[in-house]
């Protein structure tokens, strides 16, 4: 298993400018992931935090706006930049373990709410 | 794309079974997760199985899948009010470890 921690827990931001979510995991895992949570949603994959080179980010979302760093085994940031209030959501650092990545596990998550 | 659809609700009497329901299209699934979700917090991992099983038990908690009907369920035996959650259906397919979630199933639990 893995214990992933995120901070912040949660964050009220002014529109316009930007948060930086930091994840960090208890073990050394080869594949971290970004989903975004939107009010009563279910979750959406931003983006895999690649170590060392830059991540791959899914339809609809781009480097400009959701930078990620990976800097090594456990430990990525994704940055909500420019922030608007459609931005308002919870966002979840995950990351897979066991043979072949099989188990999934998710930190606590970021609620932020952007007035 | 792939889907993973769930009913949104579920209302149980505490100390009776609930079955959460979950059907999904991605014929190349090669593993099905659930998660717990209680207010205010992250996802936790109850269980997953691997796509050429049919059943998998850990404590209270049974998950079937019928692979020929793309229908995944989860039985909580014995439900207490500490279940209340939102539970959530994913899955994963053949080569990708990106996660496809439902939208989520509200359980409730009447004392």
């Known amino acids: 298993s893995a214990v992933i921690s995120q901070k912040p827990s949660r964050d009220i931001c002014q529109r316009g400018t930007s948060l930086t979510i930091q994840c960090q995991v208890d073990s050394q895992v080869t594949m971290m992931f970004w989903y975004r949570q939107q009010p009563g949603q279910s979750l959406t994959l931003i983006a895999t935090?690649?170590?060392?080179?830059?991540?791959?980010?899914e339809s609809g979302f781009v480097i400009d706006k959701f930078p990620i760093s990976r800097p090594n085994l456990t430990f990525s940031t994704l940055t909500v930049s420019n922030m608007s209030p459609e931005d308002s959501s919870i966002y979840l650092c995950?990351?897979?373990?066991?043979?072949?990545?099989?188990?999934?596990?998710f930190g606590q998550g970021t609620r932020l709410t952007v007035v | 794309g792939e889907d993973v659809e769930q009913s949104l609700f579920l209302s149980v009497r505490e100390g009776d079974s609930s079955v959460i329901n979950c059907t999904y299209t991605?014929?190349?699934?090669?593993?099905l997760y659930w998660y717990k979700q209680e207010p205010g917090a992250g996802l936790q991992l109850l269980t997953y199985?691997?796509?050429?099983?049919d059943m998998k038990q850990d404590q209270r908690l049974t998950v079937l899948l019928n692979k020929k009907d793309k229908h995944l369920s989860l039985r909580i035996a014995d439900t207490q009010t500490g279940d209340s959650a939102i539970y959530f259906c994913a899955e994963t397919g053949a080569g990708s470890y990106q996660l496809t979630f439902g939208k989520g199933t509200k359980l409730s639990v009447i004392p």
């Open positions: 995950s990351a897979r373990t066991g043979e072949g990545g099989t188990e999934a596990f």
């Open positions: 935090a690649n170590q060392g080179s830059e991540a791959t980010y």
């Open positions: 199985i691997f796509s050429n099983m």
């Open positions: 991605d014929s190349s699934s090669t593993y």
